[in-house]
């Protein structure tokens, strides 16, 4: 199973890997030279913050063994897919209780900015066949994917 690592020493706060997101779940087809990036429809799936001396700390999902966001969800919409191992969201199941926000062990699932009417979350970019594009765009190499057994896998 894929899952996204991070080299957190490598990582300059660059923000190519959020604004990679962005223009992936855009809502509307463009180029990336027309992204809007105050629109809050356009919000990333993961965070980059300063760690306080200096650097910087890639927050993204890690699609855990036993995700506890999945377990928190009364409606369903959370669900670890058995094939790929990527806790995926339903957003038509979804009953915006955000308790899956609240039980995030690293704060990684938020409310989307536009409608507070849904949830935000790494979906390791399910429509496409390749890397995740966070991944892809990170100039650093601080964000790569391994293939991991999932006896592997920990919270």
Known sequence: MK?????????DGCKNCSIACMQAHRESPG???DLDLLDPKNQTRHA?????????????????AL??????????????DPKT??????EKRCGVCFMCVMSCPYGNIK???????KIV??????NDNEDPNCVKSCPKKA?????VALEGLAL
């Open 3 to 11: 899952r996204i690592f991070i080299d957190q020493e490598k990582c």
């Open 31 to 33: 180029s990336l030279y």
């Open 48 to 64: 980059i913050v300063t760690n306080g001396r200096g650097g910087y700390v890639p927050v993204f999902c890690r699609h855990c």
């Open 67 to 80: 995700p506890e966001c999945a377990g928190a969800c009364m409606s369903g919409a959370l669900k670890k």
């Open 85 to 90: 191992g990527h806790v995926q969201y339903d």
């Open 111 to 117: 409310p989307d900015r536009a409608t507070h009417a």
């Open 121 to 126: 979350k790494c979906d390791f970019c399910v």
């Open 143 to 147: 964000i790569h994917v391994e293939e």
